[in-house]
């Protein structure tokens, strides 16, 4: 078979639009294949943060933060990419203690930011409740519309994009819908939570989540609102969970977020999910219940057993490789996703670490690499 | 909070809600009669400072609201399906719970505007839009207005117009000259519609004629129109565009309701395909105020089990779905008129989406989310039907909340989790 690219990406969302430009942007053809589908990067809150749960979740972010900031001034507007920070909140003592904490980390890493006391935060942010003990702003956080970030990403020269579903991979490999198969040097799959679709012994599940967006209020929200509950409840937990995650639009409009659910793909809005979710934002931001909302809608993470992407070669499938598992944080980590694959596409040494995120951890090592 | 309980719940007071309220009310059901506006009436019997009620519409509401069995929300909306037989809804001091044992929507129609170059200009509304701003109070004393689209409502409109002073220098109906008059000739049939709709048939209507474009630059200072294939260009203050009316089918759908053509499917007993949701008037259909009112009237028998009030009714209602069908196809849409935007004419005003913004799509999601067209504050009521008409993209069913809601009207769906 004649290949029909050097590359073959499946999946146009912002994991594979981010490795398709970086792709393209050393000079390999590459022919991006989506079906179409509701990913992950359009319902998403492109909130760009770093996190440090684990070490390899900050490299990555961290890293990925980095990036972003280099590629901000070349984005256009309609990305409506702002580094307007993150403002942890802490809603007691413990909470604070883990604030300071996170401070440290951060601090040590080179991450700029400042801790907050209670008083001091209102005047940051007056919407927010009385009482709250204090908070750990993030400075060089930021936000970014990922839907068109990613089609920004694949106007790169280079990049040939195809609306097509695959059926079947096999190595470099791949077969479409309609039974036509195309071949490539190499094949990445970054298609999100369908990627078991595909590959059936990826570790990957789909976790729920709601979001809601009110009408425009400019000015009465600053900093992107987490709270550090988050760290705790939100992300460990196997059960539905809630957090508070108030993000301000540049619309003036107010994002709210955020739920988890484990063991369901229906994307219906459910009720009592999203009253959980807003109550919790409610708890932080006393005001908001005067508000209208306009629109509430659902996505699904793609998540991994430690939370972590999967980012490389698949250990059993020569010519494949993979950039998918990347839960809730992948419009945050697509530039180092990008980075990673593509040094190890080319045998370079990657700019940061790759062993964390190396598929082999849940697939075991190759046969025959 | 425990919800508000009722036999029988119907969403929209016009004239197939007021009829389904009256109708159901001749039983001991007890009836909860909801509508978003202020006052009851619908878009026909708009009520207002400058609004003339006929005779007929002032008795049907006196009768309806004086009933003890009738308890009517005004300006309250609904928000969210809160569970099986159970809504949420929100007026401007709560929100709350109701669950009824039958429900029937009577969600009425809304203009279709399609955009043409100007058209969000000042100045600009829709032709029943311009009829309702002028019952609300908008003064139009001495004002040059055209009128121009499609169908009887442009007729009305300068009717409501006229006779609080404006000037109306052109009424621009896009159908052509044979389809009008052949409906004219078949309006005998319908007396009251002939009253009604043409009394007004005057020098200044033209069929064969739609706009082209909305002139001024911070205002509207005239309309170019194509009139009978030529262009002519005419001052005015003002310019009302409707081409006609479309189904408000979006909660229904939302609640699972088949479509058909855009509306929600019924059966002789206006029953939709969910059991328990009764649809009548014209989001089930266009098809004009007596149409809607026995539709409205058949549902309410049947959703208190009075079948055979309901069954009698049926051959009113075949006569009105006559003219309605007349209608339908004598102001069926001009395809040029899909061709009026030019490539930097706003579709969706809330989120400013001009037309080449999505002319290269393949469909209405994609189309979104690449320019969040449909994603402001009207949440695509205006610009979902628009780019239907124009691509022929389906809207999805609407999710929660299907109209802006305080936050807190949505905790109260926390208690529903089981
Ligand atoms: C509610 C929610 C909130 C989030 N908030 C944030 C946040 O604040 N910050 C952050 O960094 N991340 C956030 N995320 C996570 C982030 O959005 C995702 O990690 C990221 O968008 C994943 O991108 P992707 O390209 O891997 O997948 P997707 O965006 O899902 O794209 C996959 C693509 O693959 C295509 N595809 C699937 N199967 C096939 C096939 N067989 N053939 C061809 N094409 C196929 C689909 O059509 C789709 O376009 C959030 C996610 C959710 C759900
Ligand atoms: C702007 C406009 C002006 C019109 N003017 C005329 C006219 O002058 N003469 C004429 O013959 N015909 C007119 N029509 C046509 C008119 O629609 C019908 O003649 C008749 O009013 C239809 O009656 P109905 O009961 O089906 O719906 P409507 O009269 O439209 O009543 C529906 C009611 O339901 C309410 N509603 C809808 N959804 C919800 C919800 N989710 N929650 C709460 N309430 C809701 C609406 O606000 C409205 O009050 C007009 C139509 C429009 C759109």
Redesign the pocket.
């Known amino acids: 078979m004649k290949p029909c690219a050097d590359v073959i990406v499946i999946g146009a969302g912002i994991i594979g639009a981010a490795c398709a430009q970086a792709l393209a942007a050393r000079g390999l053809r590459v022919l991006v294949l989506d079906a179409g589908l509701h990913g992950a990067t359009a319902a998403g809150m492109g909130h760009l943060l770093v996190l440090d749960d684990n070490p390899a979740e900050l490299a990555l972010s961290k890293h990925s933060l980095q990036r972003w900031r280099e590629i901000a001034p070349a984005l256009p507007d309609s990305c409506a990419y702002r580094s307007n920070g993150t403002l942890w909140l802490a809603a007691n003592a413990e909470e604070m203690a883990v604030a300071e904490h996170k401070y440290q980390v951060l601090r040590a890493q080179g991450v700029a930011c400042e801790l907050v006391g209670g008083p001091a935060l209102r005047q940051r942010e007056p919407a927010l409740r009385e009482g709250l003990e204090g908070g750990l702003l993030i400075n060089q956080d930021g936000i970014l519309y990922a839907p068109a970030t990613a089609r920004w990403m694949l106007q790169a020269n280079g990049i040939e994009q195809r609306q097509a579903r695959v059926s079947a991979i096999e190595g470099n490999q791949v077969r479409l819908d309609d039974g036509q198969w195309l071949s490539a040097e190499a094949v990445v799959l970054a298609n999100g939570i369908q990627a078991t679709d595909l590959c059936p012994e990826l570790p990957i599940e789909p976790k729920k989540g709601h979001l809601l967006i009110t009408d425009r209020y400019p000015g009465s929200v600053t900093h992107t609102l987490v709270e550090l509950g988050y760290v705790t409840s939100a992300h460990n937990a196997s059960g539905p969970s809630t957090a508070c995650n108030i993000q301000p639009r540049p619309t003036g409009q107010l994002f709210i977020g955020a739920s988890r659910q484990f063991g369901t793909t229906d994307p219906a809005v459910e009720g009592w999910m999203l009253a959980r979710m807003l109550k919790r934002a409610t708890e932080y931001m006393p005001g908001l219940a005067q508000l209208n909302g306009i629109r509430a809608w659902t996505g699904f993470r793609a998540a991994s057993p430690d939370g972590l992407p999967l980012v490389g070669r698949h250990p059993r499938q020569d010519g494949l490789w993979l950039a998918v598992g990347h839960e809730g944080l992948g419009v945050t980590t697509a530039p180092a996703t990008a980075d990673l694959l593509v040094a190890q596409l080319f045998g370079e040494t990657p700019p940061l670490a790759a062993e964390p995120y190396l598929p082999e951890r849940f697939l075991g090592v190759a046969a025959c690499a | 909070m425990s919800p508000e309980q009722t036999d029988v719940l119907i ?8 009829a389904a309220a009256l109708a159901a009310a001749s039983s001991t059901a007890r009836i909860v009669l ?4 202020p006052l009851a ?6 009520d207002g400072p400058q609004a003339e009620l006929p005779e007929q519409a002032r008795s049907l509401r006196e009768r309806v609201l004086g009933h003890p069995n009738v308890r009517h929300c005004p300006g ?3 928000i969210a399906s809160a569970g099986p037989n159970t809504l949420l809804v929100e007026d401007a001091e709560r929100g709350w719970q109701i669950r009824y044992d039958k429900l029937i929507l ?6 279709l505007l399609l955009p043409f170059p100007g058209w969000t200009l000042p100045g600009v509304t ?1 032709a ?2 311009l ?2 701003l002028i019952k609300a109070g908008l003064p139009v004393r001495d004002q040059a207005l055209v009128i121009a689209g499609s169908g ?2 442009l007729l ?2 300068a009717a ?1 117009a006229r006779h609080n002073g404006a000037r109306i220098v052109r009424i621009a109906e896009q159908a052509a000259r044979g389809a009008v008059a052949g409906f004219a000739a078949q309006l005998p049939r319908w007396p009251h519609k002939l009253l ?2 043409f009394s007004l048939f005057d020098r200044q209507y033209r069929t064969g004629t739609h706009v082209l474009a909305a002139l001024g630059s911070d205002r509207l200072e005239g309309v170019r129109l194509s009139q009978q294939g030529n262009i002519v260009e005419v001052a005015c203050d003002r310019l009302a565009c ?1 081409f006609g ?1 479309i189904p ?1 089918s979006q ?1 229904g759908q939302a609640l699972g309701c088949a479509l058909e053509q855009q509306a929600l499917a019924v059966d002789g007993w206006q029953a939709t395909s969910v059991a328990g949701v009764y649809a ?4 089930s259909g266009f098809g ?2 007596e149409l ?1 009112l026995v539709e ?1 009237a058949i549902a309410g028998h049947a959703a208190v089990g009075e079948h055979p009030a309901a069954q009698a009714l049926w051959t009113r209602r075949a006569r009105w779905q006559g003219f309605a069908r007349a209608l339908n196809r004598a102001f069926a849409l001009n395809p040029a008129l899909k061709a009026l935007a030019t490539a930097d004419t706003l579709v969706c005003r809330c989120e400013d989406v001009a037309y080449a913004e999505l002319s290269g799509h393949v469909g209405w999601r994609e189309a979104k989310l690449a320019s969040r067209c449909g994603m402001g504050a009207c949440q695509g009521r205006v610009c979902g039907a628009a780019v239907q008409h124009l691509f022929g993209w389906q809207p999805s069913a609407p999710r929660p909340p ?2 802006p809601a305080r936050i807190e009207t949505l905790l109260c769906l926390e208690d529903i989790s089981s």
């Not at chain 2, 009436?41 to 708009?46: F, L, M, N, S, T």
């Not at chain 2, 009577?106 to 203009?111: D, F, L, P, Q």
């Not at chain 2, 009548?280 to 989001?283: F, L, S």
């Open positions: 969403i929209g007071a016009g004239p197939a809600g007021l909801l509508d978003d506006n009436g619908g878009q026909i019997w708009r309250t909306r609904v009577c969600t009425g129609a809304r203009e829709g029943g839009g009829q309702a009887p409502l009305a409109s409501t009604q709709s409707g009316l408000n909660l009548a008037g014209e989001c004009g105020s809607a409205g299907f109209s």
